[in-house]
């Protein structure tokens, strides 16, 4: 319909930046669902202060994705998946501020007493009928630093969201788990990264509750991992 009036409808592409240093640039048929255009670089990125190292490069990175994918920036709107900074459920207060809530539970986190926090949430039913706030954090001068280099490159960012989200997403995009999600059943997502375990416990496709744990990887022999 927009292209009958002269507009043309921008290409949404997501763009994944990984903890060990590895950014990813992705277009995807929305209909096919199969990867149209990719591209991949590396960009240092500190995971003690949760933060890129350098913005220029970060920046020049990503605009080399966009060259090498063959697609024009201006004509872009781009999901930003960043390496997950804070992710948490809490109970749902029914008489309180959720973000005056949610800051209250953050304020003592070394991330956030050295940096101002951007925090995104959803307020979703959980066990016995009770309602949690699943939200995540992110620091919010990192927020500001993306959005102007997007600017800078004439792509439109659409959206900035935590792995865990952007893999909950991905999940329930693939037709493979489209009908388990559509049960309603009680299903168990676990994710090992080199630092921590996280389960996210869904019923349907509402997360109900998560914990996460410290882990090594990198210290154990992979047949104690199990363990």
Not at 21 to 35: A, G, H, S
Not at 128 to 143: E, M, P, T
């Amino acid at each position: 319909m927009l292209e009958l009036f002269g507009f043309k409808r921008k290409t949404h592409v997501g763009i994944s930046l990984s903890a060990n240093n590895f950014i990813e640039l992705m277009y995807v048929d929305r209909v096919t669902k199969n990867v149209v255009r990719y591209a991949s670089g590396n960009v240092k990125y500190n995971n003690a202060i949760k933060e890129v190292i350098d913005y220029e490069e970060l920046k020049g990175v990503i605009g080399d994705l966009f060259e090498e994918a063959g697609l024009d920036p201006s004509q872009c709107s781009v999901s930003f998946s960043l390496p997950n900074v804070h992710f948490a459920i809490i109970p749902h207060d029914e008489g309180g501020d959720v973000e005056d809530n949610i800051k209250e539970e953050i304020e003592d986190l070394y991330i956030f007493k050295r940096n101002e926090p951007t925090i995104s949430y959803v307020v979703l039913e959980g066990l016995l009928g009770k309602q949690n706030d699943v939200y995540s954090a992110v620091q919010a001068k990192v927020v500001g630093k993306l959005i102007e280099i997007f600017n800078d490159l004439g792509a439109t960012l659409e959206r900035i969201e935590s792995s865990y989200s952007a893999l909950l997403k991905a999940i329930q995009y693939h037709d493979k788990y489209r009908d388990l999600f559509a049960k309603e059943e009680q299903t168990t997502v676990f994710l090992i990264s080199q630092t921590s375990c996280c389960s996210f416990y869904l019923n349907g496709n509402i997360v109900m509750d998560y914990s996460e744990e410290p882990l090594a990887v990198k210290s154990f022999a992979p047949e104690e991992i199990h363990t």
